[in-house]
């Protein structure tokens, strides 16, 4: 249910509710609902993907934690990037320029699908190896090769000749899309899902087992319902944040979960899993607050003068500036903590 199998049952749940009540009611009852769930569920996955990225800062970047590749992403991820991207949205801010500051925001758009069938497919695999499911080269290369075309898919369509739109009160032009992206990136979806189909029937032909419901549902859900198809139900549409969430969640609860009921005892005696997983949380909740409601609305009421309210930028241009940054910056981290090269993962194969 966590990592996928909420979304069937939250499809019906809309089509119910919108044949009960007016569709005005159900999707304001539907916004304020998830709104209000975002301060313990969506903004404590980004920030809590920084209490475990920065943990032991000293030992990855510069001790023995990390070595070669995984050192070097670390650094980037860490340290060049945010840089980078601070900048970015400062010089957007200081210059007033909602061209540069909605660059960022179509940039974070452009990655938060791969972001999500990344996911799915690592999800897939890690929760079939924990079942004695392992994949040869050509069926993993199958099944990316399926995500990687919904997220090419569920950003080209519909097709995009180049629109005003306005996000978190930015208000900028969107880069048009070529009229060939369309189709042939629907091309690639038909193709990979057959090739997807045909190898998972080739594996169960050979093997006589496939992955069973969850692993699947984990991949289908963050390729089909929650990338290509996010917008069509009205009321879903606003749960697909909180859907993604909870899967990233569970899989922290596993890696952190895990790892501290190794270390409750010899030679480590340390705290207990409950209390780990308790200030775990209870510090991204906080700092979400902090950096998604309290930080933002401080800085868009100390620093923005009245005279920007009535520009491009909106009311809120720091809180626009401040979330496409830590949802760019949190796809990297994410890049780093969610690989073999981390050890710390061998954590999500303990059962």
């Known amino acids: 249910m966590l990592v996928g199998g909420f979304t069937p049952l939250a ?26 769930a975002a301060f313990v569920v969506n903004d404590p ?5 920084y209490l475990l990225f920065y943990r032991g800062f000293r030992a990855r970047a510069l001790g023995p934690a990390f070595a070669g590749a995984q050192r070097v992403r670390y650094w980037f991820a860490g340290v060049i990037a945010p840089i980078a991207l601070a900048a970015w949205a400062v010089a957007a801010l200081a210059s007033r320029s909602p061209l540069a500051l909605g660059l960022m925001i179509q940039l974070m758009f452009f ?132 859907l993604h969430s909870l899967q990233y969640l569970y899989f922290v609860y596993l890696m952190r979960g895990n790892e501290a009921a190794e270390r409750e005892g010899p030679p480590w005696f340390e705290a207990t899993r409950a209390q780990k997983l308790t200030a775990l949380f209870g510090g991204s909740v906080a700092l979400g607050a902090l950096v998604f409601h309290a930080g933002p609305s401080a800085l868009d009421a100390a620093v923005v003068p009245r005279a920007w309210r009535f520009t491009d930028l909106g009311a809120t241009p720091c809180f626009a500036a401040l979330y496409a940054f830590i949802n760019l910056h949190h796809y990297l981290i994410d890049w780093v903590i969610w690989r073999r090269d981390n050890t710390e993962t061998r954590y999500l194969r303990v059962s």
């Open 45 to 49: 996955h980004f920030t809590v993907s």
């Open 11 to 36: 499809i019906a749940l809309s089509w119910a509710i919108r044949h009960r009540f007016p569709l005005s009611d159900a999707e304001y009852a539907a916004g304020l609902l998830t709104f209000c």
């Open 111 to 242: 990655w938060v699908g791969f972001h999500y069938v990344k996911q799915g497919f690592g999800v897939m695999l890690a929760l079939s190896a924990r079942r004695g499911v392992t994949y040869s080269p050509a069926e993993r290369t199958a099944i990316v090769a399926h995500a990687l075309a919904g997220w090419a898919y569920a950003w080209a369509t519909p097709y995009d000749p180049g629109r005003e739109v306005i996000e978190k009160g930015v208000i900028y032009n969107t880069i048009a899309h070529p009229r060939w992206l369309e189709p042939l990136t629907l091309t690639c979806l038909v193709v990979t899902a057959i090739a997807l189909s045909v190898a998972l029937l080739a594996k169960w032909r050979r093997d006589r087992r496939l992955p069973i419901g969850t692993p699947l549902t984990a991949l289908l859900c963050s390729i089909w319902a929650w990338s290509i198809f996010s917008g069509r139900d009205p009321l879903v549409r606003y749960l697909v944040p909180a």
